[in-house]
C-alpha cells in the first residue's frame, strides 16, 4: 500500500469531478433535511462525505461538501452534475439558497500532501491513505493526465466505491456501498431522505449484500460480469476496475474472504479491507 501512495503524484487533475455551490442563509439546514450525513459537523478545513437518497433508500448520488466563508462546495460527479443540480433545485421550493453549477471554474485534485497556497481543501474523509481532496480555479488546457491510474488504483486497492462506476443507481443500498464504514452517514441526526429504511437496515435487519474489493487474475472483466463459484452460482458481479483490481458486489451468505471465484475469463479474490470489521459481516 505504501508504495502505491509513494507513486502518487501531487495535485492529480479529477476531470470526473464538478462543482456545485449553496449560498444563502438556509443553505445548511436545506441540505440537512436531504443527506445522510450531519452538515452541523463541517467546517473550514474538513470536508464531509455524504449521499442524496430516494425515499425508499436507494442510491441517488454521493458527494464531498466543502465549507469557505458563507459557502458550501460540492464535489459531485461531473456527468451527473446536471442530474444532481435538477434533483436539489427539486427540493428548494421557498428556501433561501442559491444552487450555482460551477463545473467550469473549479478543478478538483488529490493530493497526497497539504497544499500550501489558498485553496480549498480537507482530508479525504473515506479514508487516511486517499491524501487531500482540493479545489482549485480552473486553468485553461488543463486535463486529466496518466496519474489518475495511480490514484484509481490506490482507491480501488482501498476498497472504496466511486459513484454510478459501482454503485447501480436508484437500486443499491447505501450501507451495501460502505457508507457507514467510510464517514457517509449520521445515525444520531434528524429526518433526511430516505433515512427510515436507512435506520432499519442498520437496527432492524442483517445486511445482505455489499461492496467489496477484489483482486483480478486475468483480463479485467466489464462491468456487470457475473461473479460464479466452483458449482456456477452466480454470487454477485463485478464493478468498476483497473489492472488487477476491482470493486465487486457480492451476496454476502455466499461469500468467503482469500477465495478464488469465477468472473468472465478471469479468477477473481475477495479481500477484507481495513475498515471493515469482523462483525460487520
Not at 489518475?148 to 436508484?170: E, P
Not at 461473479?227 to 451476496?251: P, Q, V
Not at 477465495?259 to 477473481?268: D, E, I, L, M, S
Request: proline share 5%.
Amino acid at each position: 500500500m505504501e508504495n502505491l501512495r509513494a507513486n502518487l503524484i501531487n495535485s492529480i487533475p479529477l476531470s470526473n469531478r464538478a462543482i456545485l455551490t449553496l449560498s444563502g442563509p438556509d443553505r445548511k439546514n436545506f441540505l440537512q433535511g436531504l443527506i445522510t450525513n450531519n452538515v452541523e459537523k463541517i467546517a473550514e478545513g474538513s470536508a464531509l462525505y455524504a449521499a442524496l437518497l430516494t425515499p425508499q433508500g436507494k442510491y441517488l448520488h454521493d458527494f464531498f461538501i466543502f465549507e469557505k466563508g458563507e459557502t458550501l462546495y460540492l464535489d459531485a460527479e461531473r456527468a451527473r452534475l446536471p442530474d444532481l443540480f435538477r434533483r436539489l433545485m427539486m427540493y428548494k421550493l421557498r428556501a433561501a439558497v442559491d444552487i450555482i453549477d460551477h463545473s467550469a471554474q473549479y478543478t478538483v485534485f488529490s493530493d497526497q500532501k497539504a497544499p500550501i497556497d489558498d485553496v480549498i481543501f480537507a482530508p479525504d474523509p473515506r479514508h487516511s491513505q486517499m491524501g487531500f481532496r482540493v479545489l482549485r480555479p480552473h486553468q485553461q488546457g488543463e486535463t486529466e493526465n496518466a496519474a489518475y491510474n495511480d490514484y484509481d488504483q490506490l482507491r480501488l486497492n482501498l476498497g472504496l466505491a466511486d459513484g454510478s462506476r459501482d454503485f447501480d443507481i436508484d437500486k443499491t443500498l447505501i450501507l451495501e456501498g460502505n457508507l457507514e464504514n467510510l464517514n457517509g452517514v449520521d445515525f444520531e441526526k434528524g429526518c433526511y431522505v430516505g433515512q427510515e429504511v436507512t435506520a432499519r437496515m442498520k437496527h432492524r435487519t442483517n445486511l445482505k449484500k455489499r461492496l467489496l474489493p477484489v483482486d483480478v487474475d486475468g483480463p479485467l472483466p466489464d462491468r456487470g460480469t457475473e461473479i460464479t463459484n466452483d458449482a456456477g452460482k452466480k454470487i454477485g458481479d463485478i464493478r468498476s476496475g483497473l489492472g488487477n483490481r476491482a470493486i465487486g458486489y457480492f451476496r454476502l451468505a455466499d461469500l468467503t474472504f482469500d477465495h478464488n471465484y469465477h468472473c468472465g475469463h478471469a479468477r477473481v479474490t475477495p479481500r477484507r479491507p481495513d475498515w471493515l470489521q469482523e462483525t460487520d459481516i
